[in-house]
């Protein structure tokens, strides 16, 4: 699969919905389609991310400010050092959260949503495909419990991912898909899975 340029497909939504194993099926599904295909992963593992990561498993260790100043700078480096350079390439991307998820999570601890939007988009390359995971908290909650032993991260409380999910359910674009993330996870997958490769076959070269 050659394509003309380069791509980049974000999976977004709260915690719980189950966006990381999408992501992955995903790319396991575009590389054996041949694909030039790389995954990518926000907060990412650079110092900022990786102090994003310690941070978050103790409660209001950070202002609101400070924890968008950390996204931002991790971003920052994960474009330059990521994204811009995969897409240079004509790679596929796949995207585990983005600038999105700021706009959301920081927007729920009541910076403005627009602000941070406005901020992100000055620096951050384009995506051109975004799926938003849409699930109730609670549920999504219940889920992150089967697989764990107790919640690590103040993120995951269910008053704070209401907001949240608001904020994700309000993000519109000709490039935005909503997605429920309620029912079976195949019927996910088929739904991203159609939309990705019918734009993937709009840009493969002669």
Same mark, same amino acid.
């Given at each position: 699969m050659k394509l003309k340029k380069g791509v980049l497909i974000v999976l977004d939504g709260i915690d719980g919905t189950g966006k990381t194993s999408q992501a992955k099926r995903l790319l396991e599904t575009l590389l054996k389609k041949g694909a030039d295909a790389v995954y990518f992963l926000e907060p990412s593992n650079s110092h900022w991310g990786k102090t994003i990561k310690a941070k978050a498993v103790i409660a209001d260790s950070l202002t609101p400010e400070e924890e968008l100043d950390l996204f931002q700078k991790d971003r920052k480096e994960n474009v330059e050092k990521n994204l811009t350079? /995969? !897409?240079?390439?004509?790679? %596929? &991307?796949?995207?585990?959260? =983005? =600038?999105? $998820?700021?706009? /959301? =999570?920081? @927007? /729920?601890? @009541?910076?403005?949503?627009?602000?941070?939007? !406005?901020?992100?988009?000055?620096?951050?390359?384009k995506p051109d495909l975004v799926f938003i995971l849409d699930i109730d908290p609670q549920k999504g909650l219940n889920r992150i419990a089967i697989n764990r032993e107790k919640m690590d991260s103040h993120f995951e409380r269910e008053d704070y !991912?209401? $907001? %949240?999910?608001? &904020?994700?359910? @309000? !993000?519109? @674009?000709?490039? &935005?898909?909503?997605?429920? /993330? $309620?029912?079976? +996870?195949?019927?996910? =997958?088929?739904?991203? +899975?159609?939309i990705v490769f019918d734009y993937l076959r709009s840009l493969e070269s002669d």
């Open positions: 350079p /995969a !897409l240079q390439k004509k790679q %596929v &991307i796949v995207l585990d959260r =983005y =600038y999105f $998820s700021t706009i /959301a =999570y920081q @927007g /729920a601890r @009541g910076i403005d949503p627009e602000m941070i939007r !406005l901020q992100n988009e000055s620096f951050a390359v !991912l209401v $907001s %949240v999910r608001e &904020i994700f359910r @309000g !993000l519109e @674009g000709e490039n &935005i898909h909503h997605i429920d /993330a $309620s029912r079976p +996870e195949e019927d996910i =997958y088929k739904d991203i +899975e159609k």
